[in-house]
């Protein structure tokens, strides 16, 4: 009888424990670990180094993918914009 039980039990434990339980796709875990070699895939993980302000020889590394870099220049650039449309305070008055 506990043969015939044992199944369904350990069926009951996955479902118990979380994160044990198959994932619903399993072709989605495979996609996620083969690496993208497109340099222009929004996935496309990229890494740009910038000098540290104050030294000379240290620099960081900042890694982020195509997508997330291009919604950081179209940050920059609106508040780029935002700062030259203001209007100037103590100026000339032209």
């Known amino acids: 009888m506990f043969a015939v039980l044992a199944p369904f039990a350990a069926m009951l434990l996955q479902a118990a424990v979380p994160g044990s339980a198959a994932p619903a796709d399993p072709a989605s875990t495979v996609q996620s670990k083969v690496p993208i070699t497109d340099k222009t895939h929004p996935e496309y993980v990229r890494c ?44 000339s008055g032209n």
């Open 48 to 91: 740009k180094t910038e000098p540290v302000l104050g030294s000379r020889a240290k620099r960081t590394k900042t890694c982020k993918t195509n997508r997330e870099w291009a919604l950081l220049a179209q940050q920059g650039n609106r508040l780029a914009n935002e700062m030259i449309g203001q209007p100037r305070v103590g100026g």
